[in-house]
């Protein structure tokens, strides 16, 4: 039995009972569970989270103790209520986490969906042109390596149809309940709508393809337009700043003025070369990468 496994049964086995009654206060959970595709139940998900809080507090609390009472020079009240005081910082701190986890997950889902959605839909669109069948064109789309996002969830529909038997109208509305995508949601729905009403699927999918990609353009207009801002910013407030405050405080070192902080000027210097700007710098191009609206 592998590990995650064990582990599973052994939280249901220890702590599903105490639990069952509390379910309804973690029922806001149950929808992220899916849309972040967590193949677990509420209760197994809350079983396991409540079990790895418990054992991380009991497992740190006296490790922590020991820390505080040998090796600093705290008094053994001290060092436990030190300890504890920790302790129920970190396993509160574990606990806010494993609540909000879920919907982090969901939105990063949501997120890498919506950015290939546009280019996945066109491609959609012209599988649909070759006359296969609805639940067809999503098994070909499906085995398409490009985009993993979509993939995912294509292969939710052809599993639906493949596996549990439903109709492909069926396994378009479940998939469009569980996606993390407000987009993907809007373009099932409106699979099934023309599905049930016999619209060309071909003509409905360019025409959204079409919709999508003129909002991924509007999107990339607002990025270059944030980004020439941010660039400014940078430019003058990091690099400029930066710049004008080492020749200041050398002015200042060679002139003399502040006497014998020669050493700190220097360490001003390097911490400026070596510290801020890398630091600045890397946080800059993360901002870039996550404001991107493309992959």
Known sequence: ???????????????????????????????????????????????????????????????????????SPFTTTVALLLSLTIS??????????????????????????EQSLPFATTYLATIAGSGLPAADIFKVMAEFEEYDAIKGETKKITGNVELFGMNVIESLAKTAKETPSEKFKKLLWGLVSSIRSGVDLQEFLHERSRELMREYERELEEYSDSLGTFLQMYLTLIIVGSIFAIIVTSIMSSFGIGGDMGGMIVMLHFSIVFIFLPVITTGFIWLLKTTYPGE
């Open 1 to 71: 039995m592998e590990l995650k496994e064990w582990y599973r049964k052994k939280s249901l086995e220890l702590l599903s009972d105490k639990l069952d009654p509390h379910l309804h206060y973690f029922h806001n959970l149950k929808p992220k569970l899916l849309e972040a595709n967590i193949n677990l139940s509420l209760r197994e998900y809350v079983c396991i989270a409540a079990l790895t809080v418990i054992l991380v507090f009991l497992i740190e609390t006296p490790l922590l103790a020991f820390v505080f009472g040998f090796i």
């Open 88 to 113: 129920m910082a970190i396993t509160i701190s574990l606990a806010f986490f494993f609540y909000i986890y879920p919907s982090m997950r969901a939105s990063s889902r949501a997120e890498k969906i």
